[in-house]
Structure formats: structure tokens, C-alpha cells
């Protein structure tokens, strides 16, 4: 349970992730549409643009002016140091790429904050789709403003689900084909968004039941698991331990949802 100090101190963080995720995504419309210059990374379907860097920048020195001491880790610029024990901003300045890339409105800003290893508040901004999602710790979560809970289904054939492919998808057999196969015989429905943070968002708010993904980066999921946690829902690895920030597979759910899809996924042992 969080002090009246710390508390004081999530709602400024808080605000602060708001006011730079509201500037970032303004970079991010300006770029929407645009013929991009685009660069690959270590896989060619792994892309970089100009308004990543941007949006990450402007993250970083609203950041470093706030709270110099702090550490920062972020996806285009990696880890900056700061003091040991302080916060540590955990950034994707553009979840979404792809999307992004191609014209498609469905990208976000996600921020958060961690305190003493834990994760205390996020900030998911999809600016396109004007949704701007928000966590503290203890506190709920919220759609632009209003209290958001998990959905009540409780069955898989009932179930809207989403997931998302890894970049290595061509040269690895760790690839989630197999396991999106199996899922696809047994839910309502399965889409892919192509942003892992508005995924864990849409968990959260009831549009989505359930959602897996592997291979993920800490930046990805950060803000949208404590979402998804502070909206009634259950996040966990594919065998049911913790979600943890570094191991890159989630499973975030309903709760209601949450055995059925570990049974699948413990049941899926071929790569195709
Ligand atoms: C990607 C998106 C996508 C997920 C990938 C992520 P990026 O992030 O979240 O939905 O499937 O694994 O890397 O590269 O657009 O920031
Ligand atoms: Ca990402
Ligand atoms: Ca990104």
C-alpha cells in the first residue's frame, strides 16, 4: 500500500507522463501520412522513422528537465543512467511502427514510470485514435478520463482476442503461428492491432478479452500490463508465473479467460 508521499509523488509522475505523451503523439500526427523516409533494423520487418527519434527526444528532455537524477529506458536510445535507486521511465515513443508507417491510425505513445523495481504508473496515447489511457498503481485505470474495468466474458467461444507476431518470424520457429492457430479454432474472434501497448489497453477497457504475445521488449508492455492489472484483469507468462518486464511473453486477460488460454497455450507444444 502506497504512502500519502508516494502517492503524491505516482500523480505528479502521472501528470508528467501525460504531458509528454500528449506533446509526443502531436510529433506523431504531424508525421501521419507523410511519405516517410523508413529504415530497418536487424530484421527487415523491424522499422525505424525519423518520428520515432523525434517523439523520443522530445520524451527524454522533458524527462532530464524534470527529474535530471532519474534513469530512462528507451526504445530508439536504450538505457541512460541516472541515479541508482531513483525512477526509472520506461518509454516506447512510437508502439505501432508498422502501422505508422503505412498510414494506419492505430499507433500509441506508452510511458511509465517504475519505482524501486516496480511499476507505478503507465501512459498509453493513441493520438489517432484519441484514446489516452492511464494507471496509477492502486488507484484504477481510465479511458480519457473515466474508470475502466475488464469485459465479463467467460468462455473462449465468446471471446474477442488479439496477439501479435515477433520480427524474427521468417528465421525463427519460436514464431507464435502455431499458437495463433490454436486460438483461432476456439475464439469469437482474433484481430492484430500491430501495437502491443493499445492491445494490453483494450484488455483493459473491455474491448478486448484476452491477449498473448512473445518476444516482447520491456517498452512494449511496461505501461499497458499495469493497466491491465489496475482495470480488474490478470497478466501472467504463458506457463502462469509473473509477468515479467524482461521476459518478453504475456498472456493479459479478463481474469474470467485467464485458465482457458494458459490451457492452449500449454497445450501448443509443434512450432509450425
Ligand atoms: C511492436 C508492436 C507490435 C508487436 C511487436 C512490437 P514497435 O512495437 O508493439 O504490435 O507485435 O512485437 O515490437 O516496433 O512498433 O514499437
Ligand atoms: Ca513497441
Ligand atoms: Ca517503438
Redesign the pocket.
Known amino acids: 500500500m502506497a504512502n500519502s508521499h508516494s502517492t503524491a509523488l505516482d500523480l505528479q509522475y502521472l501528470d508528467t507522463a501525460l504531458t509528454l505523451a500528449a506533446q509526443a503523439g502531436d510529433v506523431l500526427l504531424g508525421g501521419l501520412g507523410r511519405s516517410l523516409i523508413i529504415e530497418t533494423k536487424s530484421e527487415t520487418t523491424?522499422?525505424v522513422t525519423r518520428f520515432d527519434r523525434e517523439a523520443e527526444a522530445l520524451i527524454v528532455e522533458g524527462l532530464r528537465a524534470r527529474y535530471p537524477h532519474h534513469r530512462i529506458l528507451a526504445?530508439e536510445g536504450g538505457e541512460r543512467a541516472g541515479d541508482p535507486d531513483a525512477p526509472c521511465w520506461i518509454i516506447?515513443p512510437?508502439?505501432?511502427?508498422?502501422n505508422f508507417a503505412h498510414g494506419l491510425p492505430v499507433?500509441s505513445v506508452s510511458i511509465a514510470c517504475q519505482v524501486a523495481g516496480q511499476v507505478r504508473v503507465g501512459v498509453v496515447y493513441a493520438p489517432a485514435m484519441g484514446w489516452r489511457f492511464a494507471a496509477v498503481r492502486g488507484r484504477g485505470a481510465t479511458l480519457n478520463g473515466r474508470p475502466i474495468g475488464v469485459s465479463q466474458i467467460a468462455t473462449l467461444d465468446r471471446a474477442m482476442l488479439s496477439t501479435?507476431?515477433?520480427?524474427d518470424r521468417r528465421s525463427s520457429q519460436q514464431n507464435n503461428f502455431a499458437q495463433f492457430i490454436a486460438f483461432k479454432r476456439r475464439a469469437q474472434g482474433i484481430r492484430r492491432?500491430?501495437?502491443?501497448?493499445i492491445?494490453l489497453s483494450l484488455v483493459a477497457c473491455g474491448r478486448l478479452d484476452g491477449y498473448w504475445?512473445m518476444?516482447?521488449?520491456p517498452w512494449?508492455i511496461a505501461a499497458g500490463l499495469l493497466l491491465c492489472e489496475e482495470a480488474g484483469g490478470q497478466v501472467s507468462s504463458w506457463s502462469g508465473g509473473p509477468a515479467e518486464l524482461g521476459r518478453g511473453e504475456v498472456l493479459a486477460t479478463n481474469r474470467l479467460l485467464h485458465e482457458p488460454m494458459l490451457d492452449v497455450l500449454r497445450n501448443v507444444t509443434q512450432p509450425l
Open positions: 523491424d522499422l526504445e516506447d512510437l508502439d505501432g511502427t508498422t499507433f501479435g507476431f515477433p520480427y492491432f500491430g501495437s502491443a501497448a492491445d504475445e518476444k516482447l521488449k512494449d
